[in-house]
């Protein structure tokens, strides 16, 4: 499996977490960047959008909320997938109507290999368009 399709951008204030995921996904092939902030992952996206394909997003970090840094990523590339993760239920609605199928959810605590299968899911339809 190709995994051209762009780079993972995964933003979360948990520096172990932040580690394991970025460690996991880079062994199974992917392009994988890094944010514990996210004014930074906002710079990072706007900087290049169309080079990121899927964004894994703590919906709990300080500064820009989940939601907002979700749309402005949104807007900028319109094919982004975001997978938004947290300990807490999350409302994914408003998100989910403007990026239909293209917007998920992982409670927290999560494995490596559901993390995996979740990214997968969302790049699905992307990759059979290569």
């Given at each position: 499996m190709s995994h051209a399709a762009?780079?993972?951008?995964?933003?979360?204030?948990?520096?172990?977490l932040l580690k394991m995921m970025s460690v996991y996904l880079a062994r199974l092939g992917f392009a994988v960047t890094t944010s514990d902030r996210t004014d930074e992952a906002w710079s990072e996206v706007a900087a290049d959008p169309a080079s990121f394909a899927v964004t894994?997003?703590?919906?709990?970090?300080p500064g820009l909320g989940m939601e907002d840094l979700a749309l402005?990523?949104?807007?900028?590339?319109?094919?982004?997938?975001v997978l938004a993760t947290s300990g807490y239920?999350?409302?994914?609605?408003a998100l989910?109507?403007?990026a239909p199928g293209r917007v998920?959810?992982?409670h927290k605590p999560f494995t490596p290999e559901s993390l995996a299968a979740g990214i997968r899911r969302m790049l699905g339809p992307q990759?059979?368009?290569?």
């Open positions: 762009g780079r993972i951008l995964i933003v979360d204030d948990e520096p172990s894994v997003l703590d919906a709990t970090m402005r990523m949104l807007h900028v590339n319109p094919k982004l997938c239920p999350v409302d994914m609605s989910a109507a403007i998920g959810f992982l990759e059979e368009n290569l």
